[in-house]
């Protein structure tokens, strides 16, 4: 292996370890608020819908680390390593994709990655085209937040819920 090998190989693993460092750090404080909501808020509602993506994700790291296996074989080191750094990306977006796609509902808002938001605050929601069916939830103060449907499904019952215990008390 020459020295432009090296550093392209040293480029992947040190953003690897920058991206696997931010998305841990995002998954454990995820993790810590759905417990501090599950535990201090009631009628809380988890909706996880990681599944898919995640299998999608581990294939890909299969077939990653089957083709490395086969360039290393072949004593091409660069393309091994590169397939072998690229896997371990797969299980990154993983552990992403498990922080922003569990979301937990309760009586006066929701948790959606590690942050809390109020129904009170959402102005809007409608279709997003990407390359899975989504929704974007467009808050008043705060970034807009992107749901799957059954997360949308939830959300709109929830908010619905809300509304009508605030009328009933006015």
Do not use: P, W
Request: aromatic letters at 16%.
């Amino acid at each position: 292996m020459d020295i432009i090998n090296v550093i392209i190989i040293g480029f992947f693993v040190v953003f690897l370890a920058f991206e696997g460092k931010e998305a841990l750090k995002g998954y454990k404080a995820h993790i810590n608020a759905l417990k501090q909501v599950e535990a201090n808020k009631v009628n809380v509602v988890v909706v996880k819908d990681y599944l898919l993506i995640s299998l999608i994700y581990a294939a890909v790291a299969v077939f990653l680390i089957v083709y490395g296996v086969i360039y290393i074989r072949q004593n091409n080191y660069l393309y091994g390593i590169s397939f072998f750094v690229l896997s371990i990306f797969c299980a990154v977006f993983i552990i992403e994709s498990v922080a922003l796609k569990t979301v937990a509902f309760y009586d006066s808002g929701f948790l959606f990655s590690g942050k809390t938001y109020k129904y009170k605050n959402i102005s809007k929601i409608y279709e997003k085209k990407r390359f899975f069916r989504g929704y974007q939830v467009k808050m008043m103060q705060e970034e807009d937040i992107y749901l799957t449907t059954k997360a949308k499904t939830v959300l709109v019952e929830k908010m619905n819920e809300y509304k009508n215990r605030k009328k009933s008390r006015a």
